[in-house]
């Protein structure tokens, strides 16, 4: 089935460590995003990418960092910078960006917390 | 300013009555529109998505649209206790059509 996997579902991190989160998607979906989300809080954009080889800042990209080699693949790097890591981190997919019609579609997320 | 704002609620109806959830968005560019529901813990799931004015129907499901007004609803027909979710309004940016622009989400209580 197609979808999009990330992993892992829950991780810790320990102070000045940098952790990095996976996603990957097999819907050959060209854009991808990463959001963060707090309790009680809406999504909030961290980074996406058009393309391979390609990404863009969004509205809260300190202290996080990406890398988009294969279109499968946008993993999310959270370094030792972003002081207050503890969320819901969620992956997105969607056919191409002029595609105005295309919803988001979601992995299943990954729980961050510090040690 | 917001670029989607809804209301956080929550909002509570009894089993079998309509829920209805508002969305308001300020890039009046948008064209796509989309309802998530997201259950504690969980990851968002599609509901219904709307990109022409006026009203479209899935199931107990009706979304409807009024781009002059710039807003965006949500009618949850027999509302059911499963029905009990936070519900996000996506809208896709016009200026930015590579960004969707997510709401804080409506928490709603259906009562058994």
């Known amino acids: 089935d197609g979808g999009i996997t990330q992993s892992p579902k829950y991780l810790f991190r320990k102070e000045g460590q940098n952790v990095t989160l996976s996603c990957e998607q097999n819907?050959?979906?060209?854009?991808m995003y990463w959001y963060r989300q707090d309790p009680g809080q809406g999504l909030r954009l961290i980074y996406y990418?058009?393309?391979?080889?390609?990404?863009q800042k969004g509205d809260i990209a300190e202290g996080y960092s990406v890398s988009r080699e294969k279109k499968e693949s946008f993993p999310l790097t959270v370094t030792s910078a972003q002081k207050n890591p503890t969320a819901f981190y969620l992956c997105?997919?969607?056919?191409?960006?002029?595609?105005?019609?295309?919803?988001?579609?979601f992995g299943d997320g990954t729980r961050l917390s510090i040690l | 300013q917001k670029e989607v704002e809804q209301n956080s609620g929550p909002l509570s109806v009894p089993e079998g009555a309509i829920a209805s959830l508002n969305c308001t968005y300020s890039d009046r560019g948008s064209q796509s529109f989309f309802w998530y529901r997201q259950y504690s813990g969980k990851s968002p799931e599609l509901i219904m998505s709307i990109y022409s004015n006026g009203d479209k129907e899935d199931g107990r499901f009706t979304a409807q649209l009024n781009k002059a007004s710039q807003y965006v609803s949500l009618l949850i027909r027999d509302s059911q206790p499963s029905d009990s979710a936070t519900y996000l309004c996506a809208v896709k940016g016009g200026y930015n059509f590579n960004k969707f622009y997510f709401g804080s989400g409506t928490k709603l209580n259906v009562k058994p």
């Open positions: 990418s058009q393309i391979v080889n390609d990404f």
């Open positions: 997105a997919s969607t056919n191409p960006p002029n595609w105005d019609n295309q919803p988001q579609h």
């Open positions: 819907l050959n979906h060209d854009a």
